[in-house]
């Protein structure tokens, strides 16, 4: 059975969920799923199907709101944004995943798909309707493809010696941990640049100043690890962050 996906959602057969892990040693721990189960949750998959195109609405609910300045006294426009909001892709990006690719997305799909029911039984296997906005990645044997304005980075930690950014100012290395205190990475992989973001103003786009190789001061709050600790299969054991263009503060030159 075949299905042609439609509305930004792409039909992913999820890889199963971790039971147990075997350490290099021989030892194996086995997986008590009754205790954060999202930690052994799997977040890749096979594309089974991909929509011949996105919905994204940013620029209707922009010019929405610049005809009705005062639209969160209007209930008609506040209904109007909220439908328009509810079909639209979060970002302006291009579709860059096809049939048979590997994809790593947001773990909270497996919460999401069960209540909202999209899934569906293929060859007694389970696939979930991902929003298109959900996924991270693809992985092509050695390419790999960011999605979605997505950047992956590798901590770094920084001895303390001067800083500056690309603009000349000067940045004061922190060991400290905490959500007010940034972030310091190396930039592994870029990908394609999103042109809008769902609810921000039109010149809210991805700057194309990132490269692989750049040493980069981030949000803190954006340092969300690609896979958890016993599911890090992208490259062996090494921890990857996620983030966005617009999570990062500044470019880094010694």
Same mark, same amino acid.
């Given at each position: ?15 199963? =969920? /971790? ?16 205790? =954060?189960?999202?930690?052994? %949750? ?41 439908? /328009? =909001? ?48 959900? /996924? ?15 950047? /992956? ?24 941990? !905490? ?11 870029? !990908?394609?640049? =999103?042109?809008?973001?769902? !609810?921000?103003?039109? %010149? ?31 490259? !062996? ?18």
């Amino acid at each position: 059975m075949h299905y042609s996906t439609a509305h930004n959602y792409v039909l992913v057969k999820p890889d199963k =969920n /971790l039971t147990h892990y075997k350490f290099d040693g021989g030892a194996e721990l086995f997986a008590r799923t009754d205790i =954060n189960p999202q930690n052994f %949750w799997s977040v890749t998959g096979t594309v089974l199907s991909v929509p011949e195109n996105l919905i994204y609405n940013g620029h209707k609910t922009n010019a929405l709101k610049k005809l009705h300045p005062k639209f969160t006294h209007n209930r008609f426009i506040v209904k109007k944004l909220q439908d /328009l =909001n509810k079909v639209s892709c979060s970002f302006d990006t291009p579709i860059e995943v096809v049939e048979g690719d590997k994809v790593y997305f947001h773990y909270i799909q497996h919460d999401e798909c069960q209540e909202d029911g999209r899934i569906v039984e293929i060859d007694g296997d389970p696939c979930y309707f991902i929003p298109y906005d959900q /996924l991270y990645l693809v992985k092509r044997e050695k390419d790999v493809v960011m999605l979605n304005g997505y950047v /992956l980075v590798e901590p770094i930690g920084y001895q303390h010696h001067d800083l500056y950014s690309t603009s000349g100012l000067k940045i004061k290395p922190t060991t400290e941990v !905490g959500e007010d205190k940034p972030g310091y990475g190396k930039v592994r992989y870029t !990908g394609s640049l =999103n042109n809008g973001y769902l !609810g921000y103003r039109e %010149w809210v786009k991805d700057a194309d100043v990132v490269n692989p190789g750049d040493m980069i001061l981030f949000k803190r709050l954006s340092d969300v690890p690609l896979e958890f600790r016993y599911l890090e299969t992208f490259d !062996g054991l090494n921890r990857f962050y996620l983030m966005q263009r617009r999570d990062i503060y500044a470019i880094i030159t010694n």
